[in-house]
């Protein structure tokens, strides 16, 4: 099964501030990785799709990059409601597999 | 609107069997693969099993293989996980999830808000 190595675990990060955040594969999956998001209590929403594409009604300060091993979700000026846990995904092949997930914190 | 509302799940002893069911509505059922994914507490995410469209096309990981069993009737827009054989390590929440197409080649779109599963004796 591929391995998705997702950094960091965790961040503490301002409201406005940049946030990266990255996840590596374990062989290269081309450009099939997607990005959710989940709060506390909630089920996880689809941000992004095929490593840079946003899903509909997903504020435009949530992007993605890569392609290959090497994936980036940015958001680019943090909001309070995207405190929360996200996690990539690879669909490249079967068995699906999640990253580790990344925990945004409010510094 | 997509709904997914999912069932079936509850406080069982090791080795039991249990059907968890996930009624689907807002969109058209028969044209989207569907997937099962669980969240151990306080644990990250773990794709469990998927299904084509079409079910001919089905997909486990390896730590339910051989024990659990997805299937769909997309007369009763309805999407099921046969879980045998039960242990500890199955305690999850588990959601059912629309796929972005037809294919189990797709990532994972809408989920549901999840089914309890308490493996205890």
């Known amino acids: 099964a591929i391995q998705m190595t997702q950094s960091p675990s965790s961040l503490s990060a301002s409201v406005g501030d940049r946030v990266t955040i990255t996840c590596r594969a374990s062989q290269g999956i081309r450009d099939d990785l997607g990005w959710f998001q989940q709060k506390p209590g909630k089920a996880p929403k689809l941000l992004i799709y095929s490593a840079s594409s946003l899903q509909s009604g997903v504020p435009s300060r949530f992007s993605g990059s890569g392609s290959g091993t090497d994936f980036t979700l940015t958001i680019s000026s943090l909001q309070p409601e995207d405190f929360a846990t996200y996690y990539c995904?690879?669909?490249?092949?079967?068995?699906?597999?999640f990253g580790g997930g990344t925990k945004v914190e409010i510094k | 609107e997509v709904q997914l509302l999912e069932s079936g799940g509850g406080l069982v002893q090791p080795g039991v069997s249990l059907r968890l069911s996930c009624a689907a509505s807002g969109f058209t059922f028969s044209s989207y693969a569907m997937s099962w994914v669980r969240q151990a507490p306080g644990k990250g995410l773990e794709w469990v099993s998927g299904i084509s469209a079409t079910a001919d096309s089905t997909y486990y990981a390896d730590s339910v293989k051989g024990r659990f069993t997805i299937s769909r009737d997309n007369s009763k827009n309805t999407l099921y996980l046969q879980v045998n054989s039960l242990r500890a390590e199955d305690t999850a929440v588990y959601h059912c999830v629309k796929m972005l197409g037809d294919s189990v080649y797709y990532t994972l779109d809408v989920w549901g808000q999840g089914t309890t599963v308490t493996v205890s004796s």
């Open positions: 995904l690879q669909d490249y092949n079967h068995p699906l597999t």
